[in-house]
């Protein structure tokens, strides 16, 4: 009989494969170290069970059968060994019982070679059965107790386990731990005279390969759905090999006489693992044939995969559309390419086109033949727009007419994520005369898809810099009533001057040293409030960037100018502190002054009266990189540490009546002039803001490194 010693053969060799598969994959951690040293346990403990159903020589039988039964008895131990290695437990007060265990393992191997558990062996249906003396109890007790042990061991464990991976992992555990206990004691039976085969074996490797996958997969699927898709798999392919069964059986009647029950059921498991393999291995099939035989379509795929990356994170609708017509043009040579896109007028417009075309630029977003495409979901063949004019009526009418005046073979919606049409794209035939083919579709259904999310992302883009700007403008608003209040105080001291020397000059013309020394002193303050009003003005106006090379010095002294007046009135030491040899940036002058008065207003607003806020600038090196810091620090309240991460998020503020977008805004201004900005900040001592931004020349070190 060859049935008796297959299953435990075949699952001796399973578990010395899975052993392998998780040595080579997890032999660096102690959990797949436990495993490998379970899985050389279990295909002793299959041997076992492979020499009783084959051996012919009971003697031979008997001495084998106690070599392997070490494994037998190792299989206990080292179950519940991975179980605590699972949830740690091997480094608390546990080990000591995981080390009684190992120890009462080995007394029992010792007490095995004196057969003191087994005495004989005797013939049975499947081969050989153990005579077991009154002592064989005791193992038994042993395996029942650490299987159990194991099992409550996860179900107690696993409700406090916090780790979404371990906690999965533990799931798989908790199923193929229940089933190889299950399983595993239906070895016992025949020991205790019950005439049954034992599918223990079998069993005990299957759930060993559930226990691996939690092990080694890094990606688990939930339990529930592996579970679902393996018991699937295994209905459908019992399902289709039945009747061929059925068949085989049949036939070896009428031809060969009697039938082999053994045979019968080896052709229907290796029929099913067949079912089972038949997926992946076509998938493999397909992609060797792919790489060997069919270069041009898998070259083709990698171009649409590199499209696909780099279309998304382009937000230029011309650059866009330029990507996508290249694209079409090089892989299927079209004669004609047309897109339209939805306008404001809510129409479709032709905006790119490759090749001849006939009629309008224009499409109605109403049009029947745009309202059928949409709801279609997917493109439309020539010959099915010939078929949809012709039922509605719509010859030599819109869009439908458009298409076969142009004799376009495919037209693509590009829709947004509702469904509504955001455009179409249009294809004539091939130059070649070769038609589309159903890869030819799907590939340009791929194409079309990510040109819809990519233009969709643009027009995000765009409203999203609209509000930035209203946002932006409403920020400079704000500041500069601010600065506006604080000029105005400030320009009072220099009208006193002025006024005082107007009301004395009629009296003292012919006092040469009073004129003299007033009139220079009147122009000087006239000229400071000036320079305040222009700065002011300067700082006011909302005008389009404007890249140019600027010394930081120079926004520096503007701020402190412009701020001091705000300081004053405050009672808070405003100054700068400058080194000679900061570097030159290009940036918009304007947007780099609206972010440090942004950073300076909230330093003062941030310090008591009596304290003191400086403003510097600096030369820095980030690798071999130099940047231009201008550094703004206050000796203020400071920020609490759980609030750092946050004050650069929109509509978050410390203060009573703040908006939360001054920071927001000074974050986005300086991201977008190349540069980034830190902040250093202690509770009750002061916070600094750091900007960093890239100097237009790389002065040389002080070492002679560039």
Not at 407 to 432: M, N, V, Y
Not at 470 to 479: E, G, P
Not at 523 to 549: C, G, T
Not at 669 to 676: H, K, R, V
Request: net charge negative.
């Amino acid at each position: 009989m060859i049935l008796p010693w297959l299953i435990p053969g075949l699952a001796a060799v399973l578990c010395l494969l899975l052993s392998v598969f998780v040595f080579v994959k997890g032999r660096r951690t102690e959990l797949g170290q436990v495993f490998v040293f379970l899985a050389f346990a279990c295909v002793g403990m299959n041997l076992f069970s492979v020499v009783l159903y084959s051996a012919t020589d009971i003697w031979w039988a008997f001495e084998a059968t106690r070599v392997f039964r070490v494994g037998t008895i190792f299989v206990q131990p080292a179950l519940l060994h991975l179980v605590f290695s699972l949830t740690g437990a091997t480094k608390s007060r546990l080990r000591g019982l995981l080390v009684a265990d190992y120890m009462l393992a080995a007394i029992f191997t010792a007490l095995n070679v004196f057969d003191v558990f087994v005495c004989w062996l005797h013939p049975d249906d499947w081969g050989f059965a153990t005579v077991p003396t009154p002592y064989y109890h005791i193992l038994t007790v042993y395996a029942v107790s650490n299987i159990s042990g194991a099992i409550a061991f996860l179900l107690y464990n696993y409700g406090k386990i916090i780790d979404p991976s371990t906690r999965l992992r533990t799931k798989f555990w908790i199923v193929g731990a229940a089933g190889s206990a299950v399983f595993a004691l239906t070895n016992l039976l025949p020991v205790y005279g019950v005439p049954i085969y034992p599918p223990g074996n079998l069993g005990t490797a299957s759930c060993l390969g559930l226990v691996a996958y939690g092990i080694v997969k890094h990606r688990l699927m939930d339990i529930d759905v592996f579970l679902t898709k393996g018991l699937a798999h295994l209905a459908v392919s019992i399902a289709l090999v039945a009747p061929a069964v059925v068949a085989v059986t049949y036939l070896q009647t009428v031809f060969l006489g009697p039938t082999s029950v053994e045979f019968t059921l080896l052709v229907g498991l290796g029929m099913v693992a067949l079912t089972l393999s038949a997926p992946r291995a076509t998938a493999w099939t397909e992609s060797l044939l792919e790489s060997s035989l069919l270069r041009v379509k898998q070259a083709q795929r990698r171009r649409l995969q590199a499209f696909a990356r780099l279309i998304v994170n382009v937000l230029d609708r011309d650059r866009i559309l330029d990507l996508l017509t290249e694209m079409v043009r090089e892989e299927f040579d079209p004669v004609s390419v047309s897109v339209f896109l939805r306008s404001r007028d809510r129409v479709l417009r032709r905006v790119r086109s490759v090749g001849e075309t006939i009629g309008d630029d224009v499409i109605r977003v109403d049009d029947p033949f745009v309202d059928w495409i949409r709801k279609r979901h997917e493109p439309a063949l020539k010959g099915e727009v010939d078929d949809f004019t012709f039922k509605k009526g719509l010859i030599g009418q819109g869009a439908s007419e458009l298409y076969l005046r142009n004799g376009w073979e495919l037209c693509f919606p590009l829709q947004t994520a509702d469904g509504a049409i955001d455009g179409l794209l249009a294809l004539g035939r091939k130059c070649d005369l070769n038609p589309y083919v159903t890869t030819d579709v799907d590939t340009l259904t791929t194409v079309a898809a990510e040109a819809s999310i990519a233009l969709y992302n643009t027009r995000l883009n765009e409203e999203l810099r609209k509000s930035e700007r209203i946002i932006n403008r409403a920020d400079r608003l704000a500041s500069l009533g601010t600065l506006a209040a604080g000029i105005a105080h400030e320009i009072r001291n220099p009208l006193v001057t002025v006024q005082t020397f107007f009301q004395l000059a009629p009296k003292r013309l012919d006092d040469e040293e009073f004129m003299s020394s007033f009139l220079s002193l009147a122009d000087k303050e006239v000229a400071r409030i000036r320079r305040l009003i222009d700065d002011l003005l300067s700082y006011s106006k909302a005008a389009e960037p404007e890249l140019v090379e600027i010394d930081p010095s120079d926004t520096i002294d503007r701020v402190v100018s412009l701020l001091s007046p705000h300081a004053r009135e405050g009672k808070v030491d405003l100054r700068s502190d400058v080194d000679d040899s900061v570097p030159s940036v290009q940036v918009d002058a304007d947007q780099l002054l609206q972010a440090v008065i942004n950073l300076t207003l909230n330093a003062l607003e941030a310090t008591d009266p009596g304290g003191e806020v400086v403003v510097s600038g600096s030369t820095q090196y980030r690798g071999e990189r130099c940047y231009a810091e201008i550094r703004v620090a206050d000796t203020g309240r400071g920020i609490p540490a759980e609030r750092l991460e946050a004050i650069f998020d929109p509509f978050f503020t410390t203060k009573d009546e703040g908006t939360g977008l001054g920071l927001a805004i000074t974050h986005r201004i300086i991201q977008d002039l190349g540069g980034f900005i830190n902040v250093e900040s202690v509770e009750s001592k002061g916070s600094q803001f750091v900007v960093h931004l890239p100097a237009i020349e790389q002065p040389l070190r002080a070492a002679g490194v560039l």
